[in-house]
């Protein structure tokens, strides 16, 4: 069964810390990896996209990677706001007829004064 | 561009009456959309995929005739809630794609429906 399994489940961090949550996948064969940016009783917004090949992606303060060969991802957030509190979601999409997309659980990160 | 509507934004029943959710894709034609319920501290979870004139299909363990789902348009998709229940109070969120040969999903701001 394809999974994506999120880590850590939430975090606290301080107005202008930075932080790093990880993703790591077992869907294949491999299309592409979004992170998501929901907040609290909205949508997912795409923060990022990366295929196979790319190893980095950056959307101003905040860096996906990717290591297609260990199946890890991880995005970096830079002198945090408080506007970044929301949850982060890792989604990977398989190479399969219809494109079925798998989610992770998601990051709850507060970003706290 | 790629905008995805939902209507209403919130909604609160009484247990036993139906409820109609609509998705709406502003400023492109989408041929699928798709489902998702999403509970507190849980990811999305996928209901059905909605192709445009055709009958939705449905995940496993979600039932047909309880949850229906109408895709008339390109532009237009609903989810029916029937004979709601308190176990059917989640926020339930859609999304819209373009085609199947891309697996971009534009996300809609989804609807929290509560039943009483």
Redesign the interface.
């Known amino acids: 069964k394809n999974q994506v399994e999120q880590s850590p489940q939430s975090l606290i961090i301080l107005e202008g810390k930075n932080c790093t949550l990880q993703c790591n996948y077992t869907v294949s064969p491999f299309s592409n990896l979004r992170w998501y940016k929901q907040d609290t009783g909205r949508g997912p917004v795409s923060l990022t996209i990366m295929t196979f090949s790319e190893n980095t992606k950056s959307n101003g303060r905040y860096t996906a990677t990717l290591d297609a060969d260990t199946k890890q991802s991880s995005l970096h957030i830079t002198a945090s706001q408080l506007s970044d509190s929301a949850s982060y979601i890792c989604v990977v999409s398989a190479v399969v007829s219809d494109y079925k997309l798998s989610f992770g659980a998601g990051t709850t990160v507060t970003v706290r004064a | 561009g790629a905008v ?1 509507s ?1 209507h209403p934004s919130w909604v609160i029943c009484k247990s036993g009456t139906s409820v109609k959710i609509e998705c709406r894709s502003l400023d492109f034609q989408a041929t699928t959309m798709f489902w998702y319920r999403q509970f507190p ?6 209901m059905a ?1 909605s192709n445009e004139g055709s009958k939705a299909t449905y995940e496993q363990g979600v039932e047909k005739d309880k949850f229906l789902i109408n895709h008339a348009s390109l532009t237009l998709s609903t989810l029916t809630v029937t004979s709601a229940h308190p176990e059917d109070s989640s ?1 339930y ?1 859609c ?1 819209a ?1 373009v085609n ?1 040969a ?2 971009t ?1 534009y ?4 609807t ?1 429906l509560t039943v009483l």
């Not at chain 2, 996300?107 to 989804?110: K, Q």
């Open positions: 995805v939902q501290k849980q990811s999305l979870m996928l995929t926020f969120i999304s794609r199947r891309t697996d999903q996300f809609g701001p989804g929290r």
